[in-house]
């Protein structure tokens, strides 16, 4: 019954009452000898204006005339409209389908470097909890219809492809071949494998993050074509540790993860070749008046990391900064290490 629209369920309800009226009245009016089923056989064929002929014998029966007469008006009348109206609104549920995808088909046919999350299960649903809170921008693609319903409760606005992830088509309208990364997280390993391999030759140069389930099949990703695939018997298992070795670091990370007032998450910021920092000291970048950004660490080009910076460190193309910071901070600095030093700097 949760599942029947309002609207719906009170035209059903509404034909249900004058069914239980035309045969409590027929069956009064006939008395003793007629049935209940032929108090209900008048009603319907009254209603339906069949006219197969009268069953209780109303020809010596004046208010019973004079309660068919009514009942034809009033009950035949709301029946063929409430009928209209269920056409109307089966009609219209379908146009708005109709519209609903072709609007959202739109949208995404302009994305590029965006995120696409396969198959919207646990695993799935905090990936896109995540991107949708990190301010990404991302396609879901589920067989499930219910899915869409499923992330408005969580208060996401998300375009969601209904298909199949394994198939050509359901990828090329997710504009794989723009995308920036994607995510396996089907329950079936032998799914995943699929998806990868398929989305490996529609984009090769997509990064791709797969879900893997028994951790014998994690060769067998890789091969497909993931660039990194996490078993989650494996991450559990180390959770588990570090909730018994460190309480106060998994509580903290989880502290930060779940904290719905901030979004404070570790964060990754490219240093692109033709960057204006580029050859410059870290101290030059004024971290404070873009927020609370932390710097932790540097991913140098050659692999190399530096933990905790100092401030005299030199700025090299490609390098990677690892930040904590909100989503907005995270794209202020991106912004201002990638473009012309002379355009001021966006407050938060």
């Not at 146009?95 to 609903?100: A, G, M, P, T």
């Not at 990828?171 to 998806?195: C, H, P």
């Not at 067998?220 to 909730?243: C, F, H, P, Q, W």
Request: hydrophobic fraction near 45%.
């Amino acid at each position: 019954m949760n599942n029947i629209p309002k609207k719906l369920l009170h035209i059903l309800m509404v034909i249900l009452l004058i069914i239980v009226i035309g045969t409590a009245g027929f069956k009064i009016i006939g008395g003793n000898k007629t049935t209940i089923l032929d108090a209900l056989y008048m009603t319907v064929i009254t209603i339906s204006t069949v006219g197969y002929g009268d069953v209780i014998g109303l020809d010596d029966k004046p208010a019973g005339k004079l309660f068919a007469i009514v009942f034809i008006f009033l009950g035949a009348g709301t029946v063929a409209y409430l009928f209209t109206a269920l056409a109307a609104y089966i009609i219209e549920g379908e146009l708005k389908r109709v519209f609903r995808r072709r609007s959202m088909d739109k949208r995404i046919e302009k994305l590029k470097n965006h995120y696409i999350v396969c198959g919207i299960g646990l695993v799935g649903l905090y990936i896109v909890h995540e991107l949708y809170h990190t301010r990404r921008h991302l396609v879901a693609i589920d067989m499930d219809e219910t899915k869409v319903d499923e992330l408005k409760s969580h208060n996401m606005d998300i375009d969601v492809i209904i298909g199949d992830a394994t198939e050509n088509e359901v990828l090329e309208r997710a504009v794989i071949q723009k995308a920036k990364g994607l995510f396996a997280t089907a329950t079936s390993d032998n799914d995943n494998i699929v998806i990868v391999l398929t989305a490996k030759q529609l984009n090769p140069d997509l990064k791709i993050i797969s879900r893997c389930t028994d951790t014998k099949n994690v060769d067998k990703l890789k091969r497909a074509g993931a660039d990194t695939v996490v078993a989650l018997n494996y991450i559990g298992g180390l959770r588990m540790a570090s909730e018994m070795i460190r309480p106060h670091v998994t509580s903290f990370l989880d502290k930060m993860l779940r904290d719905k007032d901030s979004h404070l998450r570790v964060e990754e910021v490219h240093i692109p070749k033709h960057s204006p920092y580029a050859g410059r000291p870290i101290e030059e970048i004024d971290f404070r008046s873009m927020g609370n950004i932390l710097l932790i660490a540097v991913r140098k080009t050659n692999g190399d990391w530096i933990y905790n910076p100092h401030p005299k460190s030199i700025i090299e193309k490609e390098m990677s900064f690892i930040i904590l910071a909100t989503a907005e901070e995270r794209e202020i600095l991106q912004t201002l290490v990638s473009e012309d030093l002379k355009q001021p700097t966006p407050d938060i």
